[in-house]
Nanobody, 122 residues
Framework: QVQLVESGGGLVQAGGSLRLSCAASGRTFSSYTMGWFRQAPGKEREFVAAIRWSNGNTNYADSVEGRFTISRDNAKNTIYLQMNSLKPEDTAVYYC???????????????WGQGTQVTVSS
């Protein structure tokens, strides 16, 4: 059974940093794309960042480019989202997702975690 378990969310002041983790289990993800998405209250879920597990290729939403970094640890089967220079508009539930296809499309992802709350105060 595939499981994606996020952790690392919390409350932080604007300008601060957080690192989210997503521990993946239940299958081999070496050919998968791992993505981070977020959903703010009253808004649709949106793409944040993605990484191709096999070669480390990354892709970012314009709104986080230069502030967020997605990375992976093959030995731990874990991906990370380092978030710096956080803004109040980054407040959302952040989700980890996995799919064989490299995509920014929310609907393309097969597996999802339960989400972790990130709140940025002004």
């Amino acid at each position: 059974q595939v499981q994606l378990v996020e952790s690392g969310g919390g409350l932080v002041q604007a300008g601060g940093s957080l690192r989210l983790s997503c521990a993946a289990s239940g299958r081999t993800f070496s050919s998968y794309t791992m993505g981070w998405f977020r959903q703010a209250p009253g808004k649709e879920r949106e793409f944040v960042a993605a990484i191709r597990w096999s070669n480390g290729n990354t892709n970012y939403a314009d709104s986080v480019e230069g502030r967020f970094t997605i990375s992976r640890d093959n030995a731990k089967n874990t991906i990370y989202l380092q978030m710096n220079s956080l803004k109040p508009e980054d407040t959302a539930v952040y989700y980890c997702a996995a799919d064989p296809v490299y995509s920014r499309n929310t609907g393309s992802y097969e597996y999802w975690g339960q989400g972790t709350q990130v709140t940025v105060s002004s």
